[in-house]
């Protein structure tokens, strides 16, 4: 299991920015495929983005696709994830997952994933 700790969240008007940042202090990130979930209120998570561990293969959800850019620095042991374009529909706590299992399509939709951060919130509102 990998320590994960996010931050980087904050609160933008629509159309601004952020950078939201997943650091493993223990190391060893690249052993794992690593993502991205968010919770709105009320909902259930969805998946946002995943990037396989090489940074190789990244994968988002349409309705991200286009403005948020996935990436990550195995060297430093980083995720990041960059966000534009910011909606109101993307408020939210964001979560940084990782897990041995490779990033695909489905990988959203696992029951659970190895490791998880605190999360961080991002509000997104005029």
């Known amino acids: 299991q990998l320590q994960l700790v996010e931050s980087g969240g904050g609160l933008v008007q629509p159309g601004g920015s952020l950078t939201l940042s997943c650091a493993a202090p223990s190391g060893r990130v690249n052993y794992y495929a690593t993502g991205w979930l968010r919770r709105a209120p009320g909902k259930d998570r969805d998946g946002v983005s995943c990037i396989s561990r090489h940074g190789d293969v990244t994968l988002y959800v349409d309705s991200v696709k286009g403005r948020f850019t996935i990436s990550r620095d195995n060297s430093k042991n980083v995720v990041y994830l960059q966000m534009n374009d910011l909606k109101p529909e993307d408020t939210g706590v964001y979560y940084c997952?990782?897990?041995?299992?490779?990033?695909?399509?489905?990988?959203?939709?696992?029951?659970?994933?190895?490791?998880w951060g605190q999360g961080t919130q991002v509000t997104v509102t005029s």
């Open positions: 997952v990782a897990d041995l299992l490779p990033c695909s399509s489905t990988w959203w939709s696992l029951p659970d994933f190895g490791s």
